[in-house]
């Protein structure tokens, strides 16, 4: 399961995505030799059967571990509990 933190907008605090379905990573080399990385969040609608996208991230880095520490800013892999052993009867 994905926690996925968005970027603070303009006037709104940062919110989180729990439990994302799928996470978009869109690579774009730009004209000054940087690449634009555009995050985007997908999670399923639970009232229509719809998927709904939202923007996590889009900014503009030099390296490649520059997109990976974006992907470690917004992205959390959440562990699901361990489930309790069944017991034999």
């Not at 059967?49 to 996590?56: A, C, G, K, S, T």
């Not at 470690?72 to 009867?89: E, G, K």
Request: charged fraction near 25%; include cysteine.
């Amino acid at each position: 399961m994905l926690d996925i933190h968005t970027r603070a907008s303009a006037g709104r605090t940062p919110s989180v995505i729990l439990g994302a379905d799928f996470l978009r990573m869109e690579l774009s080399p730009q004209i000054d030799g940087k690449v634009l990385v555009s995050l985007t969040a997908t999670t399923v609608d639970q009232e229509e059967p719809q998927l709904l996208d939202q923007e996590v991230a889009c900014e503009r880095v030099d390296t490649i571990d520059d997109v990976v520490a974006l992907i470690r800013t917004h992205v959390t892999i959440a562990r699901p509990a361990a489930s309790a052993p069944a017991q034999l009867r």
